[in-house]
């Protein structure tokens, strides 16, 4: 298969699509997951000063270790960020692109008679 000018714009094009569904997937996520953990961090940094004078120290301890999870919880989220948008990257190309044929290691189709290799003795 020759590639021409209208197939490479074609490509250029639905790899554009995909990366810009992938920055729109990427952002409603982010904005999904951080409006979540902003909630969860108001609600503990409001604990203590709720709590009674004498049980003001444990909830405090309380407040800085759910604020510790919360952060690990977000360097988590950020260290998943490129695996995911790789995935959802491929997904969406894969989607805007359609069902391919199946081709065996050499990049043939399967279904074709054509083969590199001849057999020995034909």
């Known amino acids: ?13 639905q790899v554009q699509g995909a990366v810009f569904a992938t920055c729109l997937d990427l952002a409603s996520r ?7 953990e902003a909630a969860i961090v108001t609600r503990t940094a409001m604990q203590p000063l709720q709590t009674p004078p004498e049980q003001r120290q444990n909830a ?9 999870e919360a952060h690990q919880l977000l360097l988590r989220g950020i260290s998943g960020v490129p695996a995911l948008s790789i995935l959802i990257f491929l997904n969406e190309l894969d989607r805007q692109r359609g069902p391919r044929k199946p081709t065996d290691v050499l990049g043939e189709n399967i279904g074709g008679s054509s083969n590199p290799l001849p057999l020995l003795g034909s």
Do not use: I, Q
């Open 1 to 13: 298969m020759t590639p021409d000018y209208s197939m490479m714009l074609r490509t250029a094009v």
């Open 30 to 36: 982010c904005t999904r997951f951080l409006a979540s």
């Open 60 to 68: 405090v301890e309380n407040t800085v270790w759910t604020l510790y």
